[in-house]
């Protein structure tokens, strides 16, 4: 589920939706637009539509659960592994997807202001965890876009895992920059980055167990 109205995730699989449907589904507490776009995965798409949230359910009540409860009214198997993914600052969507996730997984790139980032972010899932989703878990970080060789990625790695577990190190990656930006990620089969997420996959799930 793309909440983010930069909508960079639904374009990245090559998804629109004209209808601004997710924004609808927030406001309207109705359930969410799921779009097929391969056998095991399917995609709730954004809209720059969406950002309208941020300042219209500001003064609802309950407004921190509205996404909790799109999703429960949305139809998906038992068997459903929902990830959403969040927008950078933690305005109304982000308290949402916060407050409907089970868990949090932090990416970000190798560098002074991320990490401060990281620090700030921790303070908020605090907050969350005690006063609307005490089940909210941090169950690591991801580093992206990062260079082996340069010294300063092996630094905020360091100083991460003295915050939370460090799942991995996603490499730069050209293939994968083409691809997302031409929206056909589904069709990239190899790539130096997809083997890094993928080590980061089977480790999740293992800490997941």
Partial sequence: MDGDPQASLSRTF??????????????????????????????????????????????EIGREHILRVAIDKTELSNDTVVLLDCPPSLGILAVNCLCAAGGLIVVIQPGGFE?????????TVRVIQQQANCELAVLGTILTNCHPRRKITGQIEEELSRIHPVLGAVRTDAQLLYATTAGTLLKLKRSNALSDYQRIVDRLWTVLA
């Fill in 14 to 59: 090559g998804q629109t939706d004209p209808a601004d449907r997710f924004y609808a589904s927030l406001t309207q507490r109705a359930g969410l637009l799921v779009k097929q776009v391969a056998d095991w995965f399917t995609i709730t798409p954004s809209t720059l539509e969406l950002s309208r949230a941020e300042t219209e359910l500001i003064k």
């Fill in 115 to 123: 990490l401060h980032a990281v620090v700030h972010l921790g303070m």
